[in-house]
């Protein structure tokens, strides 16, 4: 099969475009064939050796932790799923190995639930890393409620655009920072934009005076240190970018009814998820380079398998 390789640790100029073998299919994996998979900022951090202190590589290494497409074979103890049905998959593994970035791929049934029905490819990889982050913060971490207010840094990036809908879909408030050309984009889904900078604490309490019930940030640069004054006394915090006292750090955890809830909100209509861009699994490298660039729409880039 075709597949996302790197030998050694390095940007994206290190992935490779080759022929592997097809992965192995033990008693308790499904076998999948790959229809899209997902970029995150890990993929990239751990591909340059950033978390070489905390995970192994077994080169060569096929990056990628999102994934979506179609069971082609189930393992002998795999009732949960059978050839044909439609999955998506966080497949993150504690050794840099078999990722997503291939043709096909193998890992245990508790990593999938089924496919969204009404996303498309493309919508449906992009969803588990970022959803499950995002679903963790506001659920777990900040226990949004009904009437709250929240106010999401990089509200309009792959997880503060889910962040902030699922939010809204528990009845909060939510304002969002973002740059000035992403701030169309928060209004359609219901987000209140302000501006990054000097102006954000008195943007912020103009539309919410008293100060913000929870906060959630998504883009490190320090803006933790607002938090006394975007809050109100106790203002619950939580970040996937940085850290300060009385901030709680997230990191996505599998979880099948975690993400089982994600596809069910996108089914209601709930949760949209925004896609910046698409491209073929051959053109990774390109992929990479886009997503570290930055200067994409609002959303998550991915990779399209053919076949």
Same mark, same amino acid.
């Given at each position: 099969?075709?597949?996302?390789?790197?030998?050694?640790?390095?940007?994206?100029?290190?992935?490779?475009?080759?022929?592997?073998?097809?992965?192995?299919?033990?008693?308790?994996?499904?076998?999948?064939?790959?229809?899209?998979?997902?970029?995150?900022?890990?993929?990239?951090?751990?591909?340059?050796?950033?978390?070489?202190?905390?995970?192994?590589?077994?080169?060569?290494?096929?990056?990628?932790?999102?994934?979506?497409?179609?069971?082609?074979?189930?393992?002998?103890?795999?009732?949960?799923?059978?050839?044909?049905?439609?999955?998506?998959?966080?497949?993150?593994?504690?050794?840099?190995?078999?990722?997503?970035?291939?043709?096909?791929?193998?890992?245990?049934?508790?990593?999938?639930?089924?496919?969204?029905?009404?996303?498309?490819?493309?919508?449906?990889?992009?969803?588990?890393?970022?959803?499950?982050?995002?679903?963790?913060?506001?659920?777990?971490?900040?226990?949004?409620?009904?009437?709250?207010? $929240?106010?999401?840094? #990089?509200?309009?990036?792959?997880?503060?655009?889910?962040?902030?809908?699922?939010?809204?879909?528990?009845?909060?408030?939510?304002? #969002?920072?973002?740059?000035?050309?992403?701030?169309?984009?928060?209004?359609?889904?219901?987000?209140?934009?302000?501006?990054? #900078?000097?102006?954000?604490?008195?943007? +912020?309490?103009?539309?919410?005076?008293?100060?913000?019930?929870?906060?959630?940030?998504? +883009?490190?640069?320090?803006?933790?240190? $607002?938090?006394?004054?975007?809050?109100?006394?106790?203002?619950?915090?939580?970040?996937?970018?940085?850290?300060?006292?009385?901030?709680?750090?997230?990191?996505?955890?599998?979880?099948?009814?975690?993400?089982?809830? $994600?596809?069910?909100?996108?089914?209601?209509?709930?949760?949209?998820?925004?896609?910046?861009?698409?491209?073929?699994?051959?053109?990774?490298?390109?992929?990479?380079?886009?997503?570290?660039?930055?200067?994409?729409?609002?959303?998550?880039?991915? $990779?399209?398998?053919?076949?």
């Amino acid at each position: 099969m075709k597949a996302i390789i790197y030998r050694q640790y390095g940007g994206p100029e290190v992935l490779e475009f080759t022929e592997v073998p097809e992965p192995k299919l033990s008693q308790t994996n499904v076998l999948i064939r790959v229809k899209a998979a997902a970029l995150n900022p890990a993929d990239h951090v751990l591909q340059e050796g950033l978390g070489d202190s905390i995970m192994d590589a077994w080169f060569p290494v096929i990056p990628g932790w999102d994934v979506a497409g179609i069971v082609e074979h189930a393992g002998a103890g795999v009732s949960e799923f059978v050839p044909g049905d439609e999955v998506i998959g966080f497949v993150r593994e504690e050794i840099l190995r078999h990722g997503t970035y291939a043709e096909k791929v193998s890992a245990g049934v508790s990593s999938f639930v089924r496919k969204p029905r009404n996303a498309t490819w493309a919508h449906a990889a992009a969803l588990p890393l970022a959803g499950l982050t995002a679903y963790q913060a506001i659920v777990d971490a900040l226990n949004i409620r009904e009437g709250e207010t $929240l106010l999401i840094h #990089g509200a309009s990036g792959g997880v503060g655009s889910i962040a902030a809908q699922i939010a809204l879909s528990r009845g909060a408030k939510v304002v #969002g920072s973002a740059s000035e050309s992403n701030h169309s984009y928060l209004r359609s889904i219901g987000v209140e934009p302000v501006v990054y #900078g000097d102006r954000l604490v008195e943007d +912020v309490r103009k539309i919410i005076p008293s100060g913000v019930d929870a906060i959630f940030d998504c +883009v490190g640069r320090g803006v933790l240190s $607002l938090n006394a004054q975007l809050g109100r006394a106790g203002v619950r915090a939580c970040s996937i970018a940085g850290a300060a006292p009385d901030t709680k750090t997230v990191f996505a955890r599998a979880n099948q009814q975690d993400l089982m809830k $994600l596809v069910e909100l996108v089914e209601s209509g709930a949760l949209v998820v925004p896609i910046a861009a698409t491209y073929p699994l051959a053109n990774a490298a390109i992929a990479q380079q886009a997503l570290r660039n930055g200067r994409n729409a609002p959303g998550k880039v991915v $990779l399209e398998v053919d076949g």
